[in-house]
């Protein structure tokens, strides 16, 4: 046959044109039969398939038309209609759309956590300018730089110099309990967010357990879905295999908690 003169995008018109009819009823051939190896005719027509319901056959033009992955029912495999359906529900399987969901979901949790960085550094900014204050103040109260001046300065006339001290050892009295008190105000202000690494470490730990739970391929929760799947009476309680799971993997007392009270984390 030259196929360089089919055209292909009609496989009607090519049936009709290039087959023989049905030797039998003379109409347009339309199915391949494939439940009998004794029949001469495999190539039949919509009457012969009418007349007789073949357990496996073809519709020619669904088959000239089907994509590399088209499945059939009762081919190759005609006894277990559930292969098909397997196959079936294989194909469909929405590979692209779960990598999208899969790349919003890891989206959303990079973004978190770039936004809390950012949160945790600032609050470190508000803590440090804090702390600053009460150390600029100490050093305006010290009058560290009239000091050193005065020595630098006046090391040739010791009584103005001795003057000079004194009256900012009258000024430091003179404002002595107003600026303790403001000292002592900063020093508090400075002191009154701890930040504690420690914590922050904790928490790490306990995002990284839960990052590491990230996978297809897990065996335990394979397992866990089979005996679902085999046991309806198996106890289906989330909670207590996240702490089963806790206590498997070594994570310490504290951390169990998560498993019954997320408020309780830390
Ligand atoms: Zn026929």
């Known amino acids: 046959m030259d196929q360089e003169n089919i055209d292909f995008s009609d496989f ?10 049905c030797p039998i009823h003379k109409r347009l051939i339309a199915y391949l039969r494939l439940d009998d190896k004794e029949d001469p005719q495999v190539i039949k027509c919509q009457k012969c398939l009418d007349e007789n319901k073949f357990k496996s056959f073809i519709d020619v033009v669904e088959l000239l038309q089907s994509d590399d992955h088209f499945i059939l029912q009762k081919w190759p495999i005609h006894d277990d209609d559930t292969i098909s359906e397997n196959l079936e529900k294989i194909k469909q399987w929405p590979f692209a ?9 890891f989206d959303e949790i990079v973004e978190k956590i770039q936004s809390k960085r ?9 803590i440090q300018e804090n702390q600053q204050k009460s150390l600029d103040y100490y050093k305006q109260i010290f009058q560290k730089d009239k000091l050193v001046n005065i020595i630098k300065s ?3 006339d010791q009584k103005k110099q001795n003057e000079m001290i004194l009256s900012i050892i009258k000024e430091n009295e003179q404002n002595y309990e107003s600026n303790k008190k403001q000292l002592v105000d900063l020093i508090y202000e400075a002191n009154k967010n701890i930040f504690d690494l420690t914590r922050i470490k904790k928490i790490k730990d306990i995002v990284l357990f839960f990052i590491y739970q990230f996978k297809i391929f897990d065996n335990e929760y394979n397992k866990d879905n089979l005996e679902q799947h085999n046991n309806t009476t198996v106890n289906n309680n989330d909670q207590s295999k996240i702490i089963f799971k806790s206590n498997q993997l070594g994570f310490n007392n504290n951390q169990h908690r998560f498993g019954r009270n997320n408020n309780k984390l830390i």
């Open 97 to 105: 759309q779960y990598c999208e969901e899969v790349n919003a979901i």
């Open 118 to 126: 950012k949160e945790i550094l600032k609050d470190l900014g508000q």
């Open 154 to 156: 006046q090391f040739d």
């Open 12 to 21: 009607e018109q090519f049936l009709l044109i290039r087959y023989k009819k």
